[in-house]
């Protein structure tokens, strides 16, 4: 069974920095595209990263390029999400999610397994 477990989430102030970690247990993490979506109160799941099998290829949201960074650690089952230069309207769930196909998607349909989600609150 696939589990993906998120860390590091908190509260911090905007313009602040937090760093997000998924480990994921009983699979094959390498083979696996992996991607961070958010989700606020009332709204759909929004797509924020992926990452490709190998790390060789990254999408992002409009909203965070250039701010957020997405990374793997095939040797280490996580995938991570450095945000930068964070803003109040960051403020959400952040679920990491692990794919079939390798591709890493910005569809949450393209995504089989999902992990609990972890708070992000950033103040103004």
């Known amino acids: 069974q696939v589990r993906l477990v998120e860390s590091g989430g908190g509260l911090v102030q905007a313009g602040g920095s937090l760093g997000l970690s998924c480990e994921v247990s009983g699979g094959t993490f390498s083979s696996r595209g992996m991607g961070w979506f958010r989700q606020t109160p009332g709204k759909e799941r929004e797509f924020v990263a992926a990452?490709?099998?190998?790390?060789?290829?990254?999408n992002y949201a409009d909203s965070v390029k250039g701010r957020f960074t997405i990374s793997r650690d095939n040797g280490k089952d996580t995938v991570y999400l450095q945000m930068n230069s964070l803003k109040p309207e960051d403020t959400a769930v952040y679920y990491c999610a692990a794919d079939l196909s390798g591709l890493g998607d910005y569809r949450p349909r393209s995504y089989v397994y999902w992990g609990q989600g972890t708070q992000v609150t950033v103040s103004s």
């Open positions: 990452i490709n099998w190998s790390g060789g290829r990254t």
